[in-house]
């Protein structure tokens, strides 16, 4: 007999059959190769250069910013996935901003789903320059506006439209809290529609204590909030 202060197994708890699968030796392996695939195969289809492949000089130099984390693009699915899931009408009403956005991966992903105003921010010239000239190269970009822009995202200042922020683990929680500050200047000058995507959220804590910004939508990997009317 059980008695109220103890405690029954658990039969019925959901099991995460992602992290199950991934501990299966050989998977993690196979897991690794799937991405190394994926990334050529949209470089080679859409004739452009947006992978993690950089010279060693390069690379040291990234290790020592202890602020800005190293050039790593998103998956092309997991882009496509999270965009999907924003429930966002009348794209090409939007621009589209993507902070650390590298050699441009996640705006050409977001061209090909609807937004026709694309703008990237990018720290480093190097992968400033690859973006510009993948934006020049892509296959079947179709009509839109597409520019990046090389300056520290700590320093740059919203346009005045409908907006979808996003952000995949681009800096540490120093610069993350200067860029949130800047949306919610931006905001208390002219509120307008301004959705917020956090992939791979390891700052989400500071967009959580955000008061102009509410969570919409969260999923294994990645969260979606929207401006709200606030008032101090």
Known sequence: MTTQSEKLPAFNA???WRQTIKK?????GLIKLNVVIEDRWFDFYHNVDTSSQLHEQENRGWREDKVNFHYLPI??????????HLPVEGRGE????????????????????????LRGIELRKELHDQACKNFREYRNLGPCTMESINMDAAEYELPNDKLVLFFFNPFGSEVMAKVVRKVCDSLDRSFRDVWVVLHDPTCAHLVDETPQLRL????NGYRLYRSIPYQS
């Open 14 to 16: 959901p099991i995460d």
């Open 24 to 28: 299966i030796p050989g998977v993690q």
């Open 75 to 84: 998956r092309p699915k997991c882009a496509r996935r999270v965009l999907r």
């Open 94 to 117: 939007y621009t589209f901003i993507d902070f650390g956005s590298g050699k441009g991966r996640a705006l050409l992903v977001a061209a090909g789903l609807g937004f026709r105003h």
């Open 216 to 219: 919409e939508i969260a999923q």
